[in-house]
């Protein structure tokens, strides 16, 4: 069964600090990762997907990496912004299922 | 928003009572799924329908009995709750259920109190 776990839990930082959030699974069999947004009182919003094949992805401020053989991604959210304060999931899809850890917590200080 | 809506947003019921979820997805998506995301624990995966059929069910307790009248629409039935079933209940849809590389689309959520 696929575990991922995702440290810190929670996150502050100062507004212009860079973000960085980790995600580790257990299983390498893995088809893609996934990390998403979620605000309160929101449901998921997807940011990047990284392919099984790839290394990384960009869109922005946001840049992500995978590293499958040793089961590891890192969100970097460069220049953060008291916007970016929310939940973020990473989630892994293998076995035709998509498996999910708890989230880190962001909370950026103006 | 991104085209799933669930209504209500939030409730509250004793465990006697009876109450359904509402989600309804204007994507025309083929594939439905309903997940309970609880305080400080990762998102678990409860039903997975596929062009109106079952084709998941996550050992979910009976308590919990879904139905989908069609790929726009999916309820969650709810009876005889217990407070530990108070969570976030999210819906999401995706083009189909089959493959890898689908997306999931996620609605807004149902934040459910059981007293």
């Known amino acids: 069964k696929q575990e991922v776990t995702q440290i810190p839990a929670a996150l502050s930082v100062p507004e212009g600090e860079n973000l960085v959030l980790n995600c580790s699974f257990t299983?390498?069999?893995?088809?893609?990762l996934q990390w998403f947004r979620q605000d309160p009182g929101k449901g998921l919003t997807s940011l990047l997907l990284?392919?099984?094949?790839?290394r990384e992805q960009t869109s922005g401020r946001l840049n992500a990496s995978l590293d499958k053989s040793s089961g590891r991604s890192t969100l970097y959210i460069a220049a953060s912004q008291p916007g970016d304060s929310a939940t973020y999931l990473c989630?892994?899809?293998?076995?035709?299922?998509?498996?999910f850890g708890a989230g880190t917590t962001v909370t950026v200080r103006a | 928003e991104t085209g799933v809506t669930q209504t209500p947003r939030h409730l509250v019921m004793g465990m006697t009572n009876k109450k359904s979820l509402k989600c309804e997805q204007h994507?025309?998506?083929?594939?439905m799924y309903w997940y309970k995301q609880s305080a400080k624990k990762p998102l678990e995966l409860m039903f997975v329908?596929?062009?109106?059929?079952?084709?998941e069910n996550n050992s979910v307790p009976s308590r919990f009995s879904p139905e989908c009248p069609n790929s726009s629409h999916l309820f969650l039935h709810l009876h005889t709750l217990q407070p530990e079933d108070s969570a976030l209940y999210l819906c999401?849809?995706?083009?189909?259920?089959?493959?890898?590389?689908?997306?999931?689309?996620f609605g807004p959520g149902t934040r459910l109190l059981v007293l």
């Open positions: 999401a849809s995706s083009q189909g259920a089959g493959g890898n590389q689908e997306t999931q689309y």
């Open positions: 299983d390498s069999a893995i088809y893609n």
């Open positions: 990284i392919q099984s094949s790839q």
């Open positions: 989630a892994v899809r293998s076995d035709y299922k998509l498996s």
């Open positions: 994507l025309g998506h083929n594939a």
């Open positions: 329908y596929n062009f109106k059929e079952q084709t």
